[in-house]
């Protein structure tokens, strides 16, 4: 039952900024820890980021500063703001959702990721 979308990826100049959203469905979302996790051509998938239940957020050095991730329970949504985009940045990015108690050490649930393009 449980099901992740994610959307709000696109082409954006560098240094530009992105919004990604995450919409679980099938259970409250306050159940678990999200994360946003990307993939590169050819290079393996790291993790961005990590929200818990109570909102405490930590990042990937690389985006450290730049991305900003955000929950709201009552909407089942989860936000990844991407600031000072580089084409490093470039990726696919995907929301995955794990038991809060775990903290984004075990995901059970991901989404078929939307697509970020960095590029002048």
């Known amino acids: 039952q449980l099901h992740i979308v994610e959307s709000g990826g696109g082409l954006v100049q560098p240094g530009g900024s992105l919004r990604l959203v995450c919409v679980l469905s099938g259970l409250p979302s306050d159940r678990f820890a999200f994360a946003w996790w990307r993939q590169r051509p050819g290079q393996d998938r790291e993790r961005v980021s990590c929200?818990?239940?109570?909102?405490?957020?930590n990042y990937a050095q690389a985006v450290e500063g730049r991305f900003t991730t955000t929950r709201d329970d009552a909407e089942n949504t989860v936000y990844l703001q991407m600031s000072g985009l580089k084409p490093e940045d470039a990726a696919v990015y995907h929301c995955?959702?794990?038991?809060?108690?775990?903290?984004?050490?075990?995901?059970?649930?991901w989404g078929k990721g939307t697509p970020v393009t960095v590029s002048s």
């Open positions: 929200i818990t239940e109570n909102h405490d957020a």
């Open positions: 995955a959702a794990g038991p809060k108690v775990d903290a984004c050490n075990v995901l059970n649930v």
